[in-house]
């Protein structure tokens, strides 16, 4: 969907301070828990907002002595490693509520669930920091426009990340098709779909190496992350610092932030994240239909060119490809 035809469908609006398209918001109770009885007892982790995030009200975050990040809350603990600093932070919002409205809850099923969440909070302060130390990697670009090594193609993007990746000597495509690996079957001999697939095959086992090699030596590759083989080679080249540059299929939220590892990467200047800038913001995953496919495989091999994937795009017409790439990467 291009940014001109979502901008005049109902359900939909335009975020004036960022630009970005998003759905109208809809007060309903559609995104609870079916079988979930709220009534009942249950644990619970909620997450809400300041009505202004300019303002430092419930507390501090800096660096202690031994460059570890410290929360420092405005009235009592904000964790377990947190201490009073009540010096002028506990002003209240007068005239409004200090939380804006809603927020988001998310069901804790069972003790692993538990020790997630508190984990999560207890990293919340370094993850703060850090961002504010790295802003220029945590800002959301919203008209990167990259040049094709190929063709010399104007692409646009929105973007978070490091983009000086992309001015690599050599970015290498991390392209996985079903070739490279092994399926688990039923008992009528078809594919299982409800499991994974095996990827230490022998063939994605060479890829893999390939392609972690071509990193260790300053290449940087880019990968959709589509297949699971895709996505296990970025665990991998993450795990072991490689540089890399994702692309996504659907727009960046707002105030949007790499989830995990992501996020240290992007700390490190190590990651870039790419959305084609004519595709909008959607809450929630989207899904990754064969044609977002096929488009992203194909800006892959445009960033890349001499490093690009050999890809045959089985039932889909070269022009036809080529017009849906210019119509997902051009600038609204």
């Known amino acids: 969907m291009s940014i001109a035809c979502a901008s005049i469908l109902a359900g939909w609006h335009v975020d004036e301070k960022s630009g970005c398209i998003m759905r109208d918001t ?45 929360g420092s809350a405005a009235q009592g603990d904000m964790a377990h490693h947190s201490h009073i600093d009540a010096r002028g932070q506990g002003e209240a919002v007068r005239g409004q509520g200090l939380f804006a409205d809603g927020f988001v809850d998310t069901i804790l099923f069972n003790e692993e669930a538990l020790s997630r969440a508190l984990a999560y909070m207890a990293d919340n302060p370094r993850r703060l920091l850090e961002k504010r130390e790295h802003a220029e990697y945590f800002h959301v670009v919203r008209k990167l426009i990259v040049r094709s090594p190929i063709n010399g193609r104007a692409l646009h993007f929105a973007a978070i990340g490091n983009q000086h990746l992309l001015a690599a000597p050599s970015l290498m495509q991390v392209q996985c098709s079903r070739h490279d690996f092994a399926y688990s079957k039923n008992s009528d001999s078809r594919i299982d779909a409800r499991t994974k697939p095996i990827t230490c095959t022998p063939s994605f086992e060479e890829k893999a190496a390939d392609l972690l090699a ?23 080249a ?95």
Not at 220 to 236: M, T, Y
Request: positive net charge; hydrophobic residues 40%; glycine residues 10%.
């Open 214 to 236: 071509a990193a260790s030596h300053g290449a940087v590759l880019v990968s959709p992350c589509i297949s699971h083989g895709e996505k296990e080679i970025a665990r991998r």
């Open 26 to 70: 809809i007060h309903h109770m559609g995104r609870r828990c079916r079988n979930w009885d709220y009534a009942g007892r249950g644990c619970y982790l909620i997450t809400m907002t300041l009505r202004d995030r300019s303002k430092s009200i419930l507390g501090r975050v800096r660096r202690s002595v031994g460059g570890e990040a410290q």
């Open 238 to 332: 993450m795990s072991v610092g490689a540089r890399l540059v994702v692309l996504l299929n659907k727009g960046f939220a707002p105030r949007y932030k790499p989830p995990g590892l992501y996020f240290d990467r992007c700390v490190e200047g190590r990651l870039l994240m790419l959305a084609p800038a004519a595709w909008p913001f959607l809450l929630g995953k989207k899904a990754m239909t064969r044609q977002d496919a096929c488009v992203l495989n194909r800006i892959a091999q445009l960033l890349c060119g001499a490093g690009g994937a050999e890809i045959d795009y089985k039932g889909l017409v070269p022009a036809d490809l080529e017009r849906l790439v210019e119509s997902a990467t051009k600038q609204p």
